[in-house]
């Protein structure tokens, strides 16, 4: 039996996916079903007694009976619009309402069919949706905005190859088009000189331990040289796996170092040319004494010339140490060497200086070698540096002493003065560059001194007394001594 109109509609009604509900054309409840009452959280006979006196949708209500009207009086059977609901428990509901009027064989209205379409999740999601979509803009604009600021250049890569470059590495590398480095190798930029530590950069990007700071020499594209140093990291760009890499140009800084240093050195060499003048003036006496003897006497000769030669020898020695240390800075070259003859050859010459200010310099060692590995004129500077502070504290003269300990690891330099001392604040501000309490101090000596042990792999300490001294202790790592070194 095929099922006859009404209870066809019955019982879509009843077992709708969909809410729904016959609306009187006053505007009362007059059937509703099940999947609207779930929707609502209210029973079906609770929507049913609600009068028009006390409808907590009498709004919504309201507003149909007002559409209904309207479609009336348009000859619209049909319509569909948007309306607001609240649950029992309080919660908002955004429900399309699908209106049809169903009207008596005469015509006249005789209730409202409505349908409640939920679409409060679609709505939800389509505002969230938004404003990811609104985040991941700003983020990706301010992303975009902060890489074109920042002063640091950042260059992305993908095996190994530019995929972005910031404005500030297109400055860095003298490009004035991104497309200038874009799907070029990063190894046409870098120098080749530097090609196995960006491998090894490269290989040490998957593990995920934080990486060192890292130093290129690259070469820009108008031929320029420069030094850089930042960092490089493994990040996800648009959805890949890439390696950003954030650099800051530091050959300025670099020069400038080596200009201090070098500054430092013509210092250090013009005060002690001042005392070597004097110095080299005393056998240049000697010679010219010398000779004038010889031209009148023709015996002792022999004698005499042994004295011109050892004089001629210690000028030639002063003259040199000098030169070194007025060379520019070579940069730190690393060979076995026994410390002991350096230290000796430095106390030799400062003790020239020494002997002018009634100061004497005792090496206070027996042995003959320790071995180190390490830069001999940088040593000669660490020891000439502080030595000349330790004179440079003994206004009345006095002894210095230059002691050394050593074991199977390391060796330990001491150089003890009888200067004024230092207050637990001028120790505090120690190494600080141009920090001096001398008139015509550089405030530069004690920083590269440090700067020289720290390269060395060694430390130096400090210990003072106002009044009575200091003593500045340098500790380096030995080598074991081999013949070959010898
Ligand atoms: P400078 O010798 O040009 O002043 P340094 O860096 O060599 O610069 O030393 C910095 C300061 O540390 C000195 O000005 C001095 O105040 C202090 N200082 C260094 N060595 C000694 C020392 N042996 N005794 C007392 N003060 C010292
Ligand atoms: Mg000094």
């Not at 019955?10 to 929707?39: Q, R, W, Y």
Request: glycine share 6%; aromatic share 8%; net charge negative.
């Amino acid at each position: 039996m095929l099922p006859n109109d009404s209870l066809n509609y019955d019982l879509v009604f009843k077992h709708a996916k969909i809410g729904m509900a016959l609306i009187s054309p006053t505007g009362t409840f007059m059937k509703v079903n099940s999947t609207l009452c779930e929707l609502l959280g209210y029973e079906q006979h609770e929507l049913i007694s609600l009068t028009s006196q006390v409808n907590i949708y009498q709004a919504q209500i309201d507003e149909l009976v007002k559409y209904g009207q309207t479609m009336e009086s348009m000859n619209i059977d049909q319509h569909q619009f948007e309306q607001c609901y609240s649950q029992r428990s309080g919660n908002r509901l955004y429900i399309t309402m699908n209106v049809s009027i169903v009207r008596d064989i005469t015509g006249i209205p005789q209730f409202y069919f409505t349908q409640f379409e939920d679409k409060t999740l679609l709505r939800q999601m389509g505002s969230m949706l938004q404003s990811t979509e609104r985040n991941l803009n700003e983020n990706e604009d301010s992303f975009r905005q902060l890489l074109d600021k920042i002063p640091q250049s950042v260059f992305i890569t993908q095996n190994g190859v530019f995929l972005y470059v910031n404005p500030a590495a297109l400055r860095l590398v003298y490009a004035t088009n991104i497309e200038e480095l874009i799907g070029i190798s990063t190894r046409a930029v870098v120098d080749e000189s530097n090609h196995a530590a960006l491998y090894e950069r490269e290989r040490n990007h998957d593990k995920d331990y934080p990486l060192a700071p890292i130093c290129y020499l690259i070469n820009c594209l108008n031929g320029q040289q420069k030094l850089v140093e930042g960092f490089s990291l493994t990040i996800t760009y648009e959805g890949k796996r890439a390696v950003a890499g954030i650099f800051k140009d530091i050959t300025e800084q670099k020069q400038h170092e080596e200009q201090i240093m070098r500054s430092e050195k013509l210092s250090t060499a013009g005060q002690l040319a001042a005392g070597i003048a004097h110095e080299i003036r005393n056998p240049l006496t000697a010679i010219n004494g010398f000779m004038k003897l010889l031209r009148t006497s023709d015996h002792k000769k022999e004698l005499y010339f042994e004295i011109i030669e050892s004089e001629l020898k210690r000028i030639e020695f002063i003259v040199n140490e000098l030169l070194i240390l007025s060379k520019p800075q070579a940069s730190h070259t690393s060979n076995p060497l026994n410390i002991l003859p350096i230290l000796e050859h430095v106390i030799t010459l400062m003790n020239v200086q020494a002997a002018l200010n009634n100061i004497e310099i005792i090496p206070l060692f027996t042995m003959t070698s320790i071995w180190i590995d390490g830069d001999i004129n940088q040593l000669k500077q660490v020891f000439i540096n502080l030595l000349k502070n330790a004179m440079e504290a003994m206004n009345y003269g006095g002894t210095i002493r230059v002691t050394v300990y050593y074991n199977a690891y390391e060796v330990q330099i001491a150089v003890q003065d009888e200067g004024i001392g230092m207050s637990p604040e001028q120790i505090n501000s120690l190494g600080r560059p141009f920090y001096s309490t001398k008139d015509k101090g550089t405030g530069l000596g004690f920083m590269i001194t440090q700067n020289i042990i720290h390269n060395h792999g060694g430390a130096i300490t400090v210990e003072s007394v106002l009044k009575q001294g200091t003593t500045f202790t340098v500790k380096l790592p030995t080598i074991s001594e081999t013949e070959e070194y010898m």
